[in-house]
């Protein structure tokens, strides 16, 4: 039974679940900023909610990827790309990787719907929805959202932009935006573009070894249909711009202060993560040191910004 139970865990791919925690830490802590406020019963809702709605997704991605035929042709896989394998090595059904995808997609779903009631949103119940659907159609006939050159978009626009505003609105509970009413200006969308930005960086880079099985099931990744070299490109070019934002928002958002200085101390370890982006170490199908950093940068850029965010609130929003 305890094996059982391990297996079922690692099914989920606890080693990625960073990325559900990474934006309701910004959101709520960049509301924190705003407000001096932090609901931690709302925190803990949206947290569990988004833990549940990425568990559920990674083992119905699996479960898609299976019977596409794509994990099956991966003979290389990686730690961190390839699925779980655990459907491959015989080590779980895919009808009990259906079920239990199912079961963790139903709990968040739970989750939002206990949001809803408490908050009384419509808002947060359509970004649910988009959040539930999104997840599900990232590998789900009809529309493999990451079989058509949409899927990396679609992962930074829901664990970035989305649950950061997910967040952001639970605790305010309201929603403003770059250039708001006078006495408005929080302006959490340099943060959520951040950690959008990281996310996207996440998925995009474990594209890089599974380049030729994925091509071989019509998987139309961004380095399936543009090469590694372009590709390789536009992932420095992407990272760059994060340093960058948080650069600009030091100018231009003074909520952002604290948050875009804690993330610009991440830069040694974005320039490390830039130099291994080079097209033939990406190449070499066995250099993952990249992946691996991109995932730390991940983590350590998104609690940058909400310690940021954190010290702001608690010196009473002085700059």
């Known amino acids: 039974m305890k094996s059982r139970f391990w297996i079922y865990f690692l099914a989920t791919r606890p080693g990625f679940l960073t990325a559900a925690a990474a934006p309701v830490l910004v959101g709520s802590a960049a509301a924190f ?42 003979k290389n896989p990686t730690p961190f790309s390839g699925g779980s394998r655990l459907i491959q090595q015989g080590r779980m059904s895919p009808r009990t990787a259906l079920c239990e995808g199912l079961i963790l997609l139903a709990a968040g779903g739970l989750l939002g719907i206990i949001i809803v009631l408490l908050s009384g949103s419509l808002l947060i119940l359509v970004l649910g929805i988009v959040g539930l659907l999104g997840g599900f159609f990232y590998t789900a006939k009809p529309i493999k959202l990451s079989y058509r050159t949409l899927g990396e978009i679609t992962i930074a626009f829901l664990f970035g932009i989305l649950p950061v505003a997910g967040s952001y609105y639970l605790q305010i509970g309201m929603v403003d935006y770059c250039i708001p009413p006078p006495g408005l200006n929080s302006c959490f969308i340099p943060a959520a573009a951040i950690v959008s930005i990281l996310i996207f960086l996440i998925i995009f880079i474990n594209e890089f070894p599974d380049v030729g099985p994925d091509a071989s099931v019509g998987k139309k990744t961004l380095v399936v249909r543009f090469g590694v070299a372009r590709c390789a490109s536009l992932y420095r070019a992407a990272l760059a711009l994060t340093y960058l934002i948080a650069a600009a928002s030091l100018f231009f958002d003074r909520y952002m202060f604290y948050a875009a200085i804690a993330y610009l101390l991440t830069l040694p370890l974005g320039i490390n993560v830039f130099r291994l982006a080079d097209p033939k170490k990406l190449s070499e199908a066995h250099d993952i040191r990249v992946n691996a ?23 009473g929003g002085r700059p």
């Open 33 to 74: 900023a705003f407000t001096g406020f932090f609901s931690i019963s709302d925190f803990i809702l949206a947290l569990f909610a988004m833990l549940f709605l990425q568990a559920g997704s990674n083992i119905i991605n699996d479960y898609f990827d299976h019977l596409s035929g794509d994990d099956p042709a991966n």
């Open 293 to 315: 950093r991109t995932i730390i940068l991940h983590s350590v850029g998104s609690l940058a910004l909400t310690a940021g965010f954190v010290v702001y609130g608690l010196a």
